[in-house]
T-cell receptor, first 111, second 112 residues
Framework: AQSVSQHNHHVILSEAASLELGCNYSYGGTVNLFWYVQYPGQHLQLLLKYFSGDPLVKGIKGFEAEFIKSKFSFNLRKPSVQWSDTAEYFCAVKLANDMRFGAGTRLTVKP | EAQVTQNPRYLITVTGKKLTVTCSQNMNHEYMSWYRQDPGLGLRQIYYSMNVEVTDKGDVPEGYKVSRKEKRNFPLILESPSPNQTSLYFC???????????FGEGSRLTVL
């Protein structure tokens, strides 16, 4: 079945560590890709998006993601995480009529 | 201020008692959608709407109804709630061509 896969369920890091969260999708053709973040007790907010062009996309709060078409991947990265990055991160793929989300990765950053 | 407003934010109800969760957006978005969020399952789409009077099923529509009589409103109706509908529900909206979803604050529903 077509899907969006986030490989890490829960990631625990210390402050200043580097972060990479994996996301793979199985939909063919042109896709629009997103990362959303959900801080504790809050709603989802857009972190960054890729529609076309430069496959390295920069978002808010120092996050970036790289689209690798051959690998059907859109991994999220941040060189140095902060305690305030503790949140749940969702990868999403926009299809013709709707958006499909991965199961989410919970990030815990220890001070 | 651009926003998606859901009500109620919290609700405890009993099996079989009909309820409606309202959703309203003030951004003139064509697209609106309902998701439920469950641990380990991420967000699963219940229903979506591309415009007024146009609705369609998502991945998990069973036990839910929606309507889109006005562009700004997209209520979610549970005609006969059951305990397996206990979840956190999010309404979201966007312009049709951008896919950038704006989410409401969420409605936590418990069905006893």
């Amino acid at each position: 079945a077509q899907s969006v896969s986030q490989h890490n369920h829960h990631v625990i890091l210390s402050e200043a560590a580097s972060l990479e969260l994996g996301c793979n999708y199985s939909y063919g053709g042109t896709v629009n890709l997103f990362w959303y973040v959900q801080y504790p007790g809050q709603h989802l907010q857009l972190l960054l998006k890729y529609f076309s062009g430069d496959p390295l996309v920069k978002g808010i709060k120092g996050f970036e993601a790289e689209f690798i078409k051959s690998k059907f991947s859109f991994n999220l990265r941040k060189p140095s995480v902060q305690w305030s990055d503790t949140a749940e991160y969702f990868c999403a793929v926009k299809l013709a009529n709707d958006m499909r989300f991965g199961a989410g990765t919970r990030l815990t950053v220890k001070p | 201020e651009a926003q998606v407003t859901q009500n109620p934010r919290y609700l405890i109800t009993v099996t079989g008692k009909k309820l409606t969760v309202t959703c309203s957006q003030n951004m003139n978005h064509e697209y609106m959608s309902w998701y439920r969020q469950d641990p380990g399952l991420g967000l699963r789409q219940i229903y979506y709407s591309m415009n007024v009077e146009v609705t369609d099923k998502g991945d998990v529509p069973e036990g839910y109804k929606v309507s889109r009589k006005e562009k700004r409103n997209f209520p979610l109706i549970l005609e006969s709630p059951s305990p397996n509908q206990t979840s956190l529900y999010f309404c979201a909206s966007s312009y049709l061509n951008t896919g950038e979803l704006f989410f409401g604050e969420g409605s936590r529903l418990t069905v006893l």
